[in-house]
């Protein structure tokens, strides 16, 4: 079935720096999203995206955090400065539209900030 | 506000015998509900989703029904398999940006 890709799979960060999760969404998806996983709670919407713009961010969504997918490349969450709470596991999704439409699920990246 | 509550944490069962796991939420719009499930360093992959037709979905062997009178969309199967052990999420659609809401997630453990 249609597949999302996520890179890096793990990642390990000093406290303070910047990264950047990518993620290759299925080719003819037009919806982008990002949730977070604190080991043992729920996924958590973190933000969504269409057209080159954020549709809806949730309150999780810090201003550290800013997402972009230049010139339909990888859709990227960028996390400027880390904090030891972003430590969790990201995953991101893609759908070819909105109302009822599936959402494909990457296997998630693993962000330990230490 | 829009949430989804399920069965909580580890549900143990022997091979052979009935599936049930609890879904119940709460939404502001007219609901959409999907059950999602997760294998052990796999990504979540849709299992079933609900029909605006109320007709009931079904899927390798799962199925559920949208019962909006009580706010349910309880995951069933008659008879478990090894190969279902995995996490089980709901998650409800809500608003019009296609965003989902999960509920916690129910861990299920077939044994033989």
């Known amino acids: 079935g249609p597949k999302v890709l996520q890179i890096p799979s793990h990642q390990i960060i000093d406290m303070g720096q910047m990264v950047t999760l990518n993620c290759d969404p299925v080719?003819?998806?037009?919806?982008f999203y990002w949730y977070k996983q604190i080991l043992g709670q729920q996924m958590e919407f973190l933000v969504n995206f269409y057209n080159g713009k954020v549709m809806e961010k949730s309150k999780l969504f810090k201003d550290q955090f800013s997402v972009e997918r230049p010139d339909g490349s990888y859709f990227t969450l960028k996390i400027q400065p880390t904090a030891l709470e972003d430590s969790a596991v990201y995953f991101c999704a893609s759908s070819p539209g909105q109302s009822g439409n599936t959402l494909y699920f990457g296997e998630g990246s693993r962000l330990i900030v230490v | 506000g829009d949430s989804v509550t399920q069965t909580e944490g580890l549900v143990t069962l022997t091979e052979g015998l009935p599936v049930m796991l609890n879904c119940t939420y709460q939404?502001?719009?007219?609901?959409?509900l999907f059950w999602y499930v997760q294998h052990l360093n796999e990504a979540p992959k849709l299992l079933l989703k609900s029909f605006t037709d109320n007709k009931r979905p079904e899927h390798q062997g799962f199925h559920a029904t949208l019962h909006k009178s009580s706010s349910s969309f309880h995951l069933q199967k008659s008879s478990a398999q090894l190969s279902d052990s995995a996490l089980y999420y709901c998650a409800l659609r809500t608003g019009n940006t296609g965003k989902l809401i999960f509920g916690l997630g129910t861990t299920l453990q077939v044994q033989p």
């Open positions: 080719s003819n998806h037009l919806y």
């Open positions: 939404s502001t719009y007219s609901p959409f």
